[in-house]
């Protein structure tokens, strides 16, 4: 019989994996969120789970360990999702050589990747533009799910096979040793708290969060329209641009000559953090972004000239049959200006945050979680 307490504070996908990986190690677990659903970034971004993004060690083995407890979760969860894999696509020599040297990187490090030609992703992807292709690099390990979906059916999936409370609407004042507090009324007690409040990092400890080198990123995405006749992408695509966004790639020895004329040539596109990639959901719908720009208070109001820069990016290499927009968003999350890639701090007696993932939370929630809860 279980008989340890633990709280956890967000409802998020980081919430929800330490959750988890707590009920796991024992813990009976209370989870409170002041909404009364997931509405964070948890819903607003591609449902990628995205290992390609992350370098070779720790980070890579988090990113597979985080993608193969989502793969046994949808199938146990009957939440959908699609193993599409990735590719990344080449319309320049200087895009294909860095694609041909992390081909052989990759190769190396035991990731399942194969370098296309042109006949070879025309053959087999027809929402690729085959205009001025060179090829692309395709990644297996990639996995989509639909985030609306997923964090609305996780919550009552987790209830049912884990020892796990929810509480909705429920915002945590704040915590005073091993008590949480709802406003002067209503309280509970743990043997361990989880903070995991996102970008809503002022509300608790915010003098621990003011020591930490931490901004908000705020991104801009789209959704279009479910495809006529069924069209699927069959894969998640990605431009040119999405080369110079992911850490991993940094080991091509001829990327920042790429990255030069991209800075030349497409200043407006890395000024505002652009890069373009897009992702498809069961009912056909096409997730389309994203924009970056960096502060700790935003303009509330998404800008159309930024959609407009994306999807003509997008159209670059994709060719749909319906381009219309039904939908358009922004979506805030915290991330570290140091290099790391996520907070795991005790700041009192068993409490603990854990933050900070940036734009890699879908990909490496589930795996952090469990490493961390291990180290307690």
Not at 186 to 215: K, N, Q, R
Not at 247 to 270: C, H, T, W
Request: proline share 3%.
């Amino acid at each position: 019989m279980k008989n340890k307490q633990a709280i956890v504070i967000g409802a998020g996908i980081v919430g929800l994996a330490a959750a988890r990986a707590l009920s796991q190690k024992g813990f009976s677990v209370k989870l409170f969120d002041r909404s009364q659903q997931a509405v964070g970034a948890s819903v607003r971004n591609f449902g990628m789970i995205w290992p390609i993004g992350q370098p070779e060690g720790k980070l890579y083995e988090r990113a597979i360990r985080s993608r193969n407890i989502w793969k046994d979760t949808c199938k146990a969860a009957g939440i959908w999702h699609e193993e599409t894999g990735s590719l990344h696509l080449a319309y320049h020599a200087d895009e294909m050589q860095v694609l041909t040297e992390l081909q052989g990187i990759f190769k190396q490090q035991g990731r399942n990747v194969s370098l296309l030609d042109k006949e070879g992703i025309t053959q087999k992807y027809e929402t690729v533009n085959p205009v001025n292709l060179l090829g692309g690099l395709y990644s297996a390990e990639e996995m989509i799910i639909d985030p609306r979906e997923s964090m609305a059916k996780l919550p009552g999936y987790f209830k049912e096979l884990y020892d796990i409370s929810f509480f909705w609407g429920k915002c945590i004042s704040y915590i005073s040793g091993q008590t949480v507090y709802i406003g002067n009324e209503e309280e509970h007690e743990a043997d361990i708290i989880f903070v995991c409040s996102g970008a809503d990092f002022e509300t608790l400890y915010p003098e621990v969060y003011a020591a930490i080198p931490l901004t908000k990123c705020k991104l801009q995405m789209m959704r279009l329209t479910a495809q006529p006749e069924n069209q699927r992408i069959r894969t998640a695509l990605c431009g040119g641009l999405s080369l110079i966004h992911y850490n991993s790639f940094k080991v091509a020895p001829s990327l920042n000559d790429l990255k030069l004329r991209y800075q030349n040539e497409m200043g407006e596109y890395i000024d505002r953090g652009i890069h373009v990639m897009v992702s498809q959901n069961e009912s056909g719908e096409l997730t389309v972004g994203d924009s970056h720009e960096y502060g700790l208070t935003f303009d509330p109001f998404d800008k159309q000239f930024i959609n407009t820069m994306i999807l003509d990016y997008l159209r670059r290499f994709a060719r749909f049959k319906d381009w219309s927009v039904t939908e358009s968003w922004n979506g805030i999350y915290p991330k570290l200006t140091n290099g790391e890639t996520d907070i795991f701090i005790n700041p009192e007696k068993d409490v603990y945050i854990l933050n900070g993932l940036g734009g890699a939370g879908m990909t490496m929630s589930f795996g952090l979680a469990e490493e961390m809860v291990d180290t307690i």
